[in-house]
């Protein structure tokens, strides 16, 4: 999903066909993977382990993404909206795909980081690693966001 928010308010909202669930779908499909293996691989591209087929097909699903995400940003624009797009912020386990945050950075010119919601609170008995955590943290974003009513920054 797409959300961009003026001065704390939401003001565009649109559902994506793409996200990380469907690469992983592809691979899977495409080389006869289950989901679970197919995601492993997924993870394993962006830790620079070479799977070149995978690879293939997982960076044309994210330039598909990457020009969904460039032509909602664009038709908000169009639409007579003066402020500019300052920053993006990726939330959701489709946040984690490798290369994510940098290609779409390249293609919009402009700030691109993930969703931060763990790293502020006090997470008591979950007893999650730093790596969990971190993990964790673009997923439980808009979860997060929506149970404390807390607003992007």
Same mark, same amino acid.
């Given at each position: 999903?797409?959300?961009?928010?003026?001065?704390?308010?939401?003001?565009?909202?649109?559902?994506?066909?793409?996200?990380?669930?469907?690469?992983?779908?592809?691979? $899977?499909?495409?080389? %006869? #993977?289950?989901?679970?293996?197919? @995601? &492993?691989?997924? =993870?394993?591209?962006?830790? /620079?382990? !070479?799977?070149?087929?995978?690879?293939?097909?997982?960076?044309?699903?994210?330039?598909?993404?990457?020009?969904?995400?460039?032509?909602?940003?664009?038709?908000?624009?169009?639409?007579?909206?003066?402020?500019?797009?300052?920053?993006?912020?990726?939330?959701?386990?489709? $946040?984690?795909?490798? %290369? #994510?945050?940098?290609?779409?950075? @390249? &293609?919009?010119? =402009?700030?691109?980081?993930? /969703?931060? !919601?763990?790293?502020?609170?006090?997470?008591?008995?979950?007893?999650?690693?730093?790596?969990?955590?971190?993990?964790?943290?673009?997923?439980?974003?808009?979860?997060?966001?929506?149970?404390?009513?807390?607003?992007?920054?």
């Amino acid at each position: 999903s797409i959300v961009i928010h003026q001065n704390g308010e939401p003001r565009f909202v649109r559902i994506l066909s793409l996200g990380g669930d469907e690469m992983t779908k592809a691979v $899977a499909g495409d080389l %006869g #993977l289950s989901f679970e293996e197919a @995601e &492993a691989v997924k =993870l394993d591209i962006g830790a /620079g382990v !070479a799977y070149a087929e995978a690879e293939q097909i997982i960076l044309t699903h994210l330039d598909a993404l990457v020009g969904e995400i460039r032509g909602s940003l664009d038709y908000f624009l169009s639409q007579g909206h003066n402020e500019a797009i300052a920053s993006v912020i990726l939330a959701g386990g489709g $946040a984690l795909t490798p %290369g #994510l945050v940098a290609r779409l950075g @390249e &293609a919009l010119n =402009l700030e691109v980081k993930l /969703g931060t !919601a763990l790293s502020d609170m006090n997470l008591g008995k979950a007893k999650l690693t730093s790596d969990q955590a971190a993990m964790a943290d673009p997923v439980a974003a808009a979860a997060v966001g929506l149970a404390t009513g807390v607003r992007a920054a």
